[in-house]
Every structure is written in C-alpha cells, then in structure tokens.
C-alpha cells in the first residue's frame, strides 16, 4: 500500500511540475509575441489602392483572417472571415474603430489583447498588399 502511495504521489508531483513548466512556456511565448505584434508598424493608406484585400496573422494560441475594403484611401470594410481565440471574442469590436479612425492605430480592446494585437495585424497585412512596390 506504501509502495502504491509513494508511486502516485510521485506521478503526481511529475505531472504538476510539468504543468507549470509547460504554463511558464506559453506564457513566456506569447508575451514575445505581444511584444513582436507591438512592433508591427501602421501602413501609410495613402500608399494603399483601392480594393479588396486578405490579410491573416497568428500566433502560438490566437490566429485571425480578415477581409479589407479600400476605396480612395479609406478603410471602407473589415470582414473577420476567422478568429480563433480563448476569451478574445470582444477583442472583434477593434475593426469599428478602425474603420471610423480609418487608421489601424487604435487603443486595444481591454481584456482582449492578444485578439486585439492579432486581429489588427491581419488588418495590416492586408493593407500592405494593396501597396503599390516602388
């Protein structure tokens, strides 16, 4: 019965470790992520045409596809075609302020950052193919 006992408290000690281990990881990720998708500079819409445009981004836990209409330099519509998130479905509400600010240099939707980060990025990869190389 000792012998059993010792066994399970030791698996279980193992499988504790691991989890925290394997928390620290995702955590220490997708915080180099945050900070990478900070970085993420805003196009120039002047530069941009007018047209439709597919953008995605993703990360380790939270991956967006979006859908951008450009007409005369302006942010016109963004369809969010897929957000794969935990509890970042708020983070969404982010494609109105871009579209009324006509600018992808918005305050992040509180709660829901990483979506935010993401899903804005998605938006500025779309913009940018619709910038004419030089």
């Known amino acids: 019965m000792k012998k059993a006992f010792r066994f399970f ?3 279980f000690l193992i ?9 620290a990881m995702m ?3 997708m915080e180099k992520a945050k900070n990478e998708l900070m970085l993420i500079e805003d196009p120039d819409l002047s530069k941009v045409d007018d047209g439709i445009y597919k953008g995605k981004y993703d990360t380790m836990l939270v991956k967006a596809e979006v859908e951008v209409s ?13 957000h794969e998130n935990g509890k970042g479905k708020p983070a969404e509400t982010i494609v109105d302020t871009i579209i009324k600010d006509n600018s992808t240099d918005v305050e992040l939707v509180a709660g829901a950052t990483m979506s935010s980060l993401v899903i804005r990025a998605a938006v500025i990869d779309a913009l940018n193919k619709g910038i004419k190389a030089s």
């Open 9 to 11: 408290l030791v698996l």
């Open 15 to 23: 499988l504790i470790i691991l989890a925290v281990s394997c928390t």
């Open 27 to 29: 955590n220490k990720g």
């Open 70 to 82: 450009v007409v005369n330099h302006k942010i016109v519509s963004i369809s969010i075609i897929k």
